[in-house]
Nanobody, 126 residues
Framework: QVQLVESGGGLVQAGGSLRLSCAAS????????MGWFRQAPGKEREFVAC????????VYADSVKGRFTISRDNAKTTCSLQMNSLKPEDTAVYYC???????????????????WGQGTQVTVSS
């Protein structure tokens, strides 16, 4: 099965930046879209960003547009999420995932993704 490992989480002050990375096994990244989701305590897992198989299409949640940038490097089988202008509301466990289908959903949902990493904690202080 596909193995995903997130890294790059940590503690940052509001307004700061952080870059998350997701390492995947095999050639999964070159075959399916990849996405980032986050989940805060007591809340549902929510969509953050998604990128198509070869990086040509990206989709972002309204809450992160203009601040976050998703990218991928299929040669290295990695997917990254550059987070700028971080806000306390961004505090959550961030998960990377591989989509079930080869096309990017217009409104990505957790059920559209079949493989998940263990998550990495991002904490933004006021």
């Amino acid at each position: 099965q596909v193995q995903l490992v997130e890294s790059g989480g940590g503690l940052v002050q509001a307004g700061g930046s952080l870059r998350l990375s997701c390492a995947a096994s095999g050639r999964t990244l070159s075959t399916y879209p990849m996405g980032w989701f986050r989940q805060a305590p007591g809340k549902e897992r929510e969509f953050v960003a998604c990128i198509s198989r070869y990086g040509g299409i990206t989709v972002y949640a309204d809450s992160v547009k203009g601040r976050f940038t998703i990218s991928r490097d299929n040669a290295k089988t990695t997917c990254s999420l550059q987070m700028n202008s971080l806000k306390p509301e961004d505090t959550a466990v961030y998960y990377c995932a591989v989509a079930r289908a080869t096309t990017v959903p217009q409104k990505p949902r957790p059920v559209d993704f079949g493989s998940w990493g263990q998550g990495t904690q991002v904490t933004v202080s006021s």
